[in-house]
């Protein structure tokens, strides 16, 4: 769900729509959002030399191809889900990332970098890779005063079920709480509302267990009544966002239920069971091992059961309506106070919380959308931690040093209108940008020609104002499968001459697969409305111009990307992918081959567009 493109200023989140990209300018991305299944797709064989598998660059026709790694690994993967196999799965992802590398089917450009300031008289966590929208602020300390004040962005709701940005989420998090968490943003899974949990040997039936000290706002304690209320809100409440979430696999936890003819799940046939006042036991359609970090999610938030009657069985105490922005009732160390509409949101401490309670009595949020409104109220101290809009920011003045989680921590100015020096954390958000292809409609040759004349930290320093960190993996750091160790020796290995743009690199590709600048080959990179977008497509355009590939540039409403995306009508373009919970397969799924078949896109198949399934070797499967 986070968003990365947006600087924690956040917009939406849902599947696919515009984000407000950092440098002043707009990116979209498919965002870690998807509904759909994905699906096996069809084999997709082609052997014609069209897509670089005709030897000419360096790929035997008779053994496998990097499509065949990848999907054998994907395949690995999905094949043992079980706890004890997480090494063998480990090992999987990293062989895919390895494939998509050496196919350069896609080439990573940047991974989104969020920034947050903070005057000195607060003490706050430091946040992680998920984002800050994760954080409880009952930990966070204001040395002289008894409220923390924050800006917000515009939100209407304060429904979990509907909470599809990460603005309404950091309200959300202080009211609600869920059965797991992230705590601060840092993607590592602990208990919140959960003590204990079985899984069986399958992996689809899990028991998970309650805390018994928990209270609502109200006074009535937690049960796993609740829980199955508010799970089944879900899928059954037609004001729900999130309902392909709790069905699906592996974008979701893949509970089971029936449908009727419309699709629409039946009600109370959501398989999760109370087998007794502080546990539930939930059937899935198949192993999940990723159910922990699935159900942190806010949509899965629990409020008393019969709260709210819009699911068969439940009048209500509340209309909808009132729950949506007047009322709330959660777990959670703040209470609601007051929600304003475009104005403003106060949260109010809650004495009786089962955990640590809140130094401060109340948290508001003052609801401002114009960047240099925003600054203004930060520079008078309004805003006790804020954001800083690119048009103020000088990297200059970050002092900054990177700790055991690769975030940058250290301070901030004085610097331009900041006439004093603040707090400072920089975090690589678990978010991918970057340029892919359609391998079916590319050649090889070409596609490591470009990755070869990239040079990242330039592109992210000129077009980005260096608020990014190079990417050169699709994976982010944060997620690496086998931690910061593993993913430095990954970079190691990067066979494109990292941190330089090498055009004779290139040059060398093209001319191995008779590629040169007397027969040269046109290509076209179609990037959405973005101006920084289309700023790094002309770098990429000169940096490979006179190698043999004549690169043209166009741009395209992200709808008709999109649409063009599906029907197989691209070669290369730009696209992003955003992480709601940091499960590796929730983001490589994209890149099995097999779900890449535009063919039989959108029913079937939710890939990158990447026609990844041609290039797949029909004696080697």
């Not at 954080?135 to 209407?156: P, R, Y």
């Not at 936890?253 to 546990?279: K, M, Q, R, W």
């Not at 707090?423 to 940008?433: K, L, M, P, R």
């Not at 090498?502 to 027969?519: K, N, V």
Request: aromatic fraction near 10%; hydrophobic fraction near 35%.
């Amino acid at each position: 769900m986070p968003d990365p493109a947006n600087g924690e200023a956040v917009e939406s989140t849902k599947r696919r729509r515009l984000l407000g990209l950092l440098g002043g300018g707009a990116a979209v991305s498919i965002a870690g959002c998807s509904d759909q299944e994905p699906s096996d797709g069809s084999d997709g064989n082609d052997t014609d030399g069209e897509d670089g598998t005709d030897g000419e660059d360096g790929e035997d026709d008779s053994g496998p191809t990097n499509a065949d790694k990848a999907q054998t690994a994907w395949e690995r993967a999905v094949n043992n889900p079980l706890p004890e196999d997480e090494e063998l799965r480990q090992e999987a992802y990293i062989e895919m990332e390895e494939a998509v590398r050496d196919d350069a089917a896609v080439i990573p450009l940047y991974h989104s970098l969020t920034e947050r300031f903070w005057y000195d008289y607060v003490d706050v966590p430091l946040t992680g890779a998920l984002g800050s929208h994760w954080q409880q602020l009952n930990t966070t300390t204001v040395e002289g005063d008894s409220e923390l004040n924050l800006i917000a962005s515009t939100f209407d709701e304060l429904d979990p079920i509907m909470s599809t940005d990460t603005e309404s989420s950091r309200v959300i998090t202080q009211i609600y709480e869920n059965l797991t968490a992230f705590p601060n943003g840092v993607p590592e899974i602990e208990n919140q509302l959960l003590d204990e949990y079985e899984v069986s040997e399958d992996g689809t039936t899990w028991t998970l267990t309650l805390r018994d000290d928990v209270q609502f706002h109200d006074g009535t304690d937690l049960t796993a009544q609740d829980v199955k209320y508010s799970w089944r809100r879900t899928v059954e409440s037609e004001f729900s966002e999130r309902a392909g979430f709790t069905l699906n696999q592996p974008v979701g936890l893949g509970i089971d239920a029936e449908t009727d003819d419309d699709g629409n799940v039946v009600p109370d046939s959501l398989a999760v069971e109370v087998v007794d006042d502080y546990t539930i036991e939930i059937q899935l359609v198949g192993p999940n091992p990723d159910v922990l970090d699935v159900i942190a999610y806010s949509s899965f938030a629990v409020l008393p059961e019969g709260y709210v009657g819009d699911i068969e069985g439940y009048d209500g105490e509340v209309t909808h309506q009132e729950f949506s922005t007047e009322v709330a009732n959660g777990t959670g160390p703040f209470e609601l106070g007051e929600f304003n509409v475009d104005e403003d949101v106060t949260v109010l401490r809650n004495d009786d919380y089962y955990g640590e309670v809140a130094s401060v009595e109340s948290v508001h949020w003052e609801i401002i959308e114009d960047s240099q409104a925003r600054w203004t109220y930060a520079l008078e101290q309004n805003a006790d931690i804020f954001e800083m809009p690119t048009f103020a920011y000088e990297a200059s003045a970050v002092n900054a040093e990177a700790d055991d989680r690769g975030r940058q921590v250290g301070t901030y100015g004085p610097a331009g209108e900041l006439d004093e020096e603040v707090n400072y954390v920089g975090v690589s958000e678990i978010s991918t940008f970057y340029f892919a292809f359609n391998v079916a409609n590319t050649e090889r040759a070409v596609r490591q020609a470009i990755a070869y004349v990239m040079n990242k930290e330039q592109i992210v320093q000129e077009v980005f104002a260096g608020r990014g960190t190079p990417a050169y993996s699709f994976l982010p750091p944060a997620i690496w499968p086998t931690g910061n160790d593993g993913y430095n020796d990954f970079l190691d290995q990067y066979p494109y001459s990292r941190g330089e743009s090498d055009p004779q690199g290139a040059q060398s590709a093209l001319e191995e697969a008779g590629i040169s600048s007397d027969d040269p080959v046109d290509m076209t990179l179609t990037t959405y409305e973005s101006e920084v977008f289309q700023t790094a497509g002309e770098l990429v355009r000169d940096l490979i111009s006179g190698t043999g590939v004549n690169l043209s540039l166009e741009t395209a409403q992200f709808s008709v990307l999109q649409s063009r995306g599906e029907d197989g009508d691209l070669e290369m373009y730009s696209l992003g992918w955003i992480w709601s919970w940091p499960a590796v397969p929730y983001g490589m799924f994209q890149l099995e081959p097999r779900n890449t078949d535009t063919s039989t896109m959108p029913t079937q198949t939710n890939g990158f567009y990447l026609d990844w399934q041609t290039e797949l070797n029909e004696e080697a499967e």
